[in-house]
């Protein structure tokens, strides 16, 4: 098994931070990993993207042209990164963000309402792993229990109440996720 993943969205989103936990969680289950950030110098409000791979082999190269699974959470990343996405691959996009749906037919196209249903639930600081649980419906790389193990070991001890907030926005992120 191995996965190339690229997210991205507008800094702010939560891109770079679900990524992160993405790899400390495939790191958890022993998997070979990287995740490589960019992100513009405005961060809040500007670009930001993060490419994770996680494989049961070893890697040989972290950076990366094509993509087997791209989650883009506004227009310009769409934009961007649609045309990486190898032929059988997976879109998945956040309704909320995307003014021009993605147009390939050669690959998985899947959307999901993460911004509006975080909003009607009031987990908008859990959007992130919403949008996180529709990938891992699709792609169950890594257990949502180790996503939750690696949220724990990476928010400071003072923020571990939203423990259950993050894991109830990863359930329902599985449920909202539909094929576009």
Partial sequence: MK????????GGQGVLSMGKILAYA????????TWMPAYGPEQR?????????ISDE?????????????ILLNQPSLDKFQ?????????IYDSFGIIEKPTREDVNNFCLDAMNTA????????FNMMVLGG??????????????????????????????????????GMEIIHEQ
Avoid: Y
């Avoid at 070893?58 to 791209?70: C, E, M, N, V």
């Fill in 3 to 10: 996965e190339e993943i690229i997210i991205a969205g507008f």
């Fill in 26 to 33: 495939g790191l958890m289950e022993g998997k070979e990993v």
């Fill in 45 to 53: 409000g500007g670009t930001a993207n993060v490419t994770v791979i």
């Fill in 58 to 70: 070893k890697i040989s190269s972290p950076i990366l042209s094509r993509f087997d699974t791209a």
């Fill in 83 to 91: 045309p990486k996405v190898k032929a059988g691959g997976t879109i």
């Fill in 119 to 126: 909003a009607e639930m009031k987990l908008m600081k859990t």
């Fill in 135 to 172: 990938f891992l419906k699709l792609h169950p790389i890594v257990s949502v229990k180790s996503v939750m193990k690696a949220l724990k070991k990476s928010l400071p001890e003072r923020h571990w109440d939203l423990l259950p907030m993050n894991e109830q926005a990863i359930l329902k």
